[in-house]
């Protein structure tokens, strides 16, 4: 069985076992919260799985150079979609420790506040940061591919979430403002790729850069790594309302899920721009520089290989 799909498999496999354990530890501990045991065990399911498809997806595609386009395009939609997927469960694993929503009936997993602030102010543009560069790597030959797993992750988002609720449902076209980084980064890597990024898939320069060294083929990194940290930086708001109420227990805001944007609007000029936006911006950049490292490493090995 080809590596991707055992990662499928067992995913899939600790998702459906989650269910029972779930059911099991309702009827003896009752309600439980966002945090709880079955829960977690359901998140490592769906991470092993979507990252599993991920990995497929860009084997199919790598194995896909003199196929049909029409195969070669479901590949790359799909691939867009697994990316929006994998970045939502990713994120929602944070949410899972940083969120004050894990006090059950016998048990209370809740987060230190301080702990929960750290942790989804870190980790979050941190791990969006890697997600985006590996899709710049992995898409490098499709266009707006920022734009495309934004756009997807914001469908998917907003239908469950932001226009579901009536409380939120009025934000919805400010909430559509959150794809202009996207666009943006989108367009400043295309206004570069003739410079560079074309050359990849050029037999030439690839023959060259097996000549001269694995250097040539990771300069010009700074502009990759930049575009892909772009999008993470507003986290605050593409992850609404969530991202929020990850700071209310901290600053004793006692808020129900539905005062968001009370809660937003008092912590935005306090402590969201001057605080929470610097450190994504620093985050995000990390995480795509460290991912920017890992690919490079891989690429070494085939190149020497």
């Not at 001269?212 to 700074?222: D, H, K």
């Amino acid at each position: 069985m080809p590596y991707p799909i055992k990662l499928v498999t067992i995913g899939t496999i600790i998702e459906i076992f989650s269910g029972g354990f779930d059911s099991w530890w309702h009827y003896n501990f009752g309600f439980d919260g966002l945090l709880s045991p079955p829960h977690l065990m359901l998140t490592i399911g769906m991470l092993t799985a979507i990252y599993g498809t991920l990995i497929g997806i860009y084997k199919l595609l790598h194995n896909n150079n003199n196929k049909s386009n029409s195969r070669s395009t479901l590949l790359k939609i799909s691939f867009i979609v697994a990316y929006a997927v994998a970045w939502i469960v990713s994120v929602n694993t944070i949410f899972m420790f940083s969120l004050p929503y894990s006090k059950g009936q016998y048990f209370d997993f809740n987060p230190n506040p301080f702990a929960a602030i750290l942790i989804a102010s870190v980790a979050i543009p941190f791990v969006s940061g890697m997600l985006f560069y590996s899709a710049a790597k992995t898409l490098g030959d499709v266009h707006f591919r920022f734009t495309f797993i934004t756009l997807t992750f914001m469908i998917i988002h907003s239908t469950a979430t932001i226009i579901s609720n009536s409380h939120f449902a009025i934000l919805y076209p400010l909430y559509l403002l959150n794809i202009i980084p996207a666009l943006v980064a989108d367009i400043f890597i295309s206004s570069k790729r003739n410079q560079y990024y074309g050359r990849e898939r050029n037999a030439h320069f690839i023959l060259e850069t097996k000549r001269a060294g694995i250097s040539n083929l990771l300069r010009n990194q700074r502009t990759m790594i930049f575009c892909s940290a772009i999008v993470p930086m507003i986290f605050i708001t593409l992850f609404f309302p969530w991202s929020v109420n990850t700071y209310k227990e901290f600053f004793r805001i006692n808020m129900n899920t539905f005062e968001s944007i009370t809660i937003f609007n008092q912590l935005l000029w306090p402590f969201i721009i001057p605080y929470i936006i610097p450190v994504s911006v620093l985050m995000s950049i990390m995480g795509s520089y460290i991912m920017s490292r890992i690919l490079g490493k891989l690429l070494e090995q085939d190149v020497h290989g």
